[in-house]
Nanobody, 121 residues
């Protein structure tokens, strides 16, 4: 099983930048798509950004031009650089990965426990 551990959350003022990262560890064959989701008490979990093994990225409309997702396939990490943060970006950010345990098994979805990002003055 793979374990995803997020880091880098915190309290930050509007307009500033923050980087959250996620590291995968454990026993697995490969990790395909990786992504960041976020959730608040008022809203369901939503996709923020995703990235393939070929570094093709997609973004939710409200973060386009402000957030950048990146990954390091050699270290099994994915990061989200968040610039020009807004109060509405406040949420728990979750790392997500599509993992293959063996060359012959189907992929499963793994989740981290989340890291809190609070944007407030």
């Amino acid at each position: 099983q793979v374990t995803l551990v997020e880091s880098g959350g915190g309290l930050i003022q509007p307009g500033e930048s923050l980087r959250v990262s996620c590291a995968a560890s454990g026993k697995f064959f490969a990790i395909a798509r990786m992504a960041w989701y976020r959730q608040t008490q008022e809203k369901e979990r939503e996709l923020v950004a995703s990235i393939t093994t070929d570094n093709i990225a997609n973004y939710e409309d409200s973060v386009k031009g402000r957030f950048t997702i990146s990954r390091d396939n050699t270290k099994n990490t994915v990061s989200l650089q968040m610039n020009s943060l807004r109060p509405e970006d406040t949420a728990v950010y979750y790392c997500n990965a599509h993992v293959t345990a063996t060359p012959y098994s189907a992929a499963y979805v793994a989740w981290g426990r989340g890291t809190q990002v609070t944007v407030s003055s």
